[in-house]
Each structure stands twice: as structure tokens, then as C-alpha cells.
């Protein structure tokens, strides 16, 4: 028999790894890592005026520009495969946050399912959940530790300025979708280690004694 089991705790476990994987998504399919100058040597978009109110921002893959003037915002991948991501180190950060984001959403849905069936192969649904959020955190700091390593090269030297190196992001600024990763990377631990106190609760004596009752739908506060 299946029991459907509400706790805060487990609620707000679920919640919280939803809302991870989700940032983390949003964060790596994003433009906005880096934000560069209007006057950089390279303008390949179909809009070929520059202004000095434009603003282009360079993802892991992609870019986007923003004219100011004509409220106009063009984006698209400027790698068109693998192979023309901006460095190695960019391959490298794509390959780890896939990895990471994978897991992450792989969670959210177990998530879901886990105030249904409380264990996967006769391990604790949450402790499961718990170590591959744990796992995914790794991945996306790998991710996040590889990526200012790429700022050297000349897709963001052309964005960035001849000052742009690894580890040093010349004239641009760091974007809302790189502070959201790491946001989302913190957070992705938070979970992990709260995901035993979604089990606690989901355990504890009190759902027990209601399973005994023969209820089907519990909520514990």
C-alpha cells in the first residue's frame, strides 16, 4: 500500500531541490556570465552599428547583444558544436555543470515521488537523493572552478579587452548567470545535508503511528 507522506521538512527538501536544479538550468542555458563593452573588436551579430549604450554578454556557448536604442536584444550560440566552445577549459565547465545539472534534475524528481515510495532498492529514498545531490555539487564546483581559467581566451579577449586573462576578466563584469550558479551551488549542499532531516521526519514515530491507524494520506507539521 502506498503511503503519501507530508512533512515540512520533507516539503521543504522537495521544494528546495526543485528550485536548484531549476536555477542551475536557467544559470548554464544563459548568456549573461560575462558582460562586455560596447566597443570590442568582434561584432559578428546582424545588427552592425555599435553604440556606446549596447551591452553584449558572452555565455559558455552563447552571446547575446542589447541595443539600447532600438530596444532590441539578439542572442544565439556562437559555438556551433562542441568542438568551437571559446577553450578547453569552457569544454571542461560544460562537461561538469551537465554532468551536476543532470543529477540535480534526476533529484527534483525523485523528489516528488518520495512522499509516495520512501526507498529505491531498499535505501532510504532521501539518503539516496541525499549523497547524489552531494555528488552534483562536486561536479558543479569543478565546473565553476574551470571557467574563469577560460577568460584568456580570444572569444573573450575579443569581449573582454587585451587585459582579459585567466582568472582576471579585463574590462567586463561577471554576470547574474555566473553568481546564480554559484548560488545554485551552495544551495545544492544545503540540500544534501537537509535531505537527512527530510528522512528524520518521514520516519519519525508519529508518521509511524498514523501508518499503524491505516491512513493512507499523512501530513505531519
Not at 503511503?3 to 526543485?18: D, E, K
Not at 552592425?48 to 542589447?66: E, F, M, P, V, W
Not at 545544492?188 to 501508518?211: G, N
Request: glycine share 8%.
Amino acid at each position: 500500500m502506498c503511503h503519501v507522506i507530508v512533512t515540512c521538512r520533507s516539503m521543504l527538501w522537495t521544494l528546495m531541490s526543485i528550485v536548484v536544479a531549476f536555477a542551475e538550468l536557467v544559470a548554464f542555458m544563459s548568456a549573461e556570465w560575462l558582460v562586455g563593452y560596447p566597443d570590442g573588436s568582434e561584432f559578428n551579430f546582424t545588427i552592425t552599428a555599435s553604440h556606446h549604450s549596447d551591452q553584449r554578454t558572452l555565455g559558455i556557448y552563447n552571446r547575446c547583444i542589447k541595443v539600447a536604442q532600438h530596444k532590441v536584444v539578439q542572442c544565439g550560440a556562437y559555438a556551433t558544436d562542441f568542438m568551437e566552445i571559446a577553450s578547453g577549459f569552457w569544454q571542461a565547465t560544460v562537461i561538469f555543470l551537465v554532468v551536476g545539472i543532470f543529477l540535480l534534475s534526476l533529484v527534483a524528481i525523485l523528489s516528488v515521488f518520495s512522499m509516495c515510495f520512501q526507498s529505491i532498492l531498499k535505501k532510504s529514498i532521501f539518503n539516496v537523493c541525499g549523497l547524489l545531490q552531494g555528488i552534483a555539487g562536486l561536479f558543479l564546483i569543478l565546473g565553476l572552478m574551470l571557467y574563469p581559467a577560460g577568460w584568456g581566451s580570444k572569444k573573450v579577449v575579443d569581449y573582454c579587452g587585451p587585459d582579459a586573462s585567466p582568472y582576471k576578466v579585463g574590462l567586463c563584469s561577471l554576470g547574474w548567470a555566473f553568481y546564480t550558479a554559484i548560488g545554485g551551488t551552495v544551495l545544492t549542499f544545503i540540500c544534501a545535508m537537509f535531505s537527512a532531516q527530510a528522512e528524520i521526519a518521514t520516519s519519525s514515530d508519529k508518521v509511524q503511528d498514523e501508518i499503524e491507524e491505516g491512513r493512507s494520506l499523512i501530513c505531519v507539521l
